[in-house]
């Protein structure tokens, strides 16, 4: 089944995960995924969803994956074909390059709602990484390296109390996050337990 829907929740619902593309809603209990956890369409939890070729299978986790970072086709081929070039676990080089993302650190750091409001954050030069000002989405992060919100936009009302919502936010492990600087440190290089796709799947898509 290819995830060619118009509604965000429709997406989720295709992709059968949460991916994070409504921000606040997809926390709380007026979720679509709550409601109505099955593929959509007009006969509901219908098991012929279920059933898809081998590269069905390798299609609908590439294209899940697409849609939880919002790449391009052009963007996330790139990240493939790097990650294949390593050797040893390809599917984890591949999370790690997306997990590395600037926008995607600056929602894992509870910035911005989803990731679509995070890219604007970082779009939009809210954002330094070692003091210099970087607005480019697809910036990769580092070990080491020190992101943080702006001083100048610190007392803007889009961060209005950001500092006691950070200091509820459950960070990933690799993120050393400091709610009262806004700011968090790469502690390790980014990876994800659950990413809500299968890597190794995908890899294998594009090793046809």
């Known amino acids: 089944m290819v995830l060619m829907l118009d509604s965000k929740c429709a997406q ?50 590439k294209q899940k994956a697409k849609r939880l970072y919002g790449l391009r086709e052009r ?8 990650a294949a070039k390593k050797t040893g676990n390809t599917g984890k080089f591949l999370i790690s390059y997306l997990e590395s993302r600037l926008d995607n650190v600056a929602f894992r750091m509870g910035l911005g709602k989803s990731r679509a409001a995070a890219r604007q954050i970082v779009s939009h030069s809210h954002l330094s990484v070692n003091g210099r000002p970087v607005n480019i989405p697809s910036y990769r992060v580092k070990v080491g390296d020190m992101v943080a919100l ?54 294998e898509f594009y090793s046809r």
């Open 12 to 61: 989720c619902r295709g992709a059968g995960v949460k991916l994070m593309l409504k921000g606040e809603k997809c926390f709380g209990p007026k979720c679509t995924m709550v409601k109505r956890n099955y593929p959509p369409g007009a006969h509901g939890p219908s098991k012929k969803h279920s059933k898809r070729s081998v590269y069905g299978k390798q299609l609908f986790e």
């Open 150 to 203: 702006k001083e100048s936009k610190k007392k803007s009302l889009l961060y209005d109390k950001m500092e006691e919502k950070l200091a509820k936010l459950e960070a990933p492990g690799w993120l050393g996050l400091e709610p009262s600087q806004l700011r968090a440190k790469i502690l390790n290089a980014p990876t994800i337990a659950e990413p809500g796709f299968d890597a190794k799947t995908i890899i």
């Open 75 to 82: 963007q996330f081929a790139n990240y493939v074909a790097e």
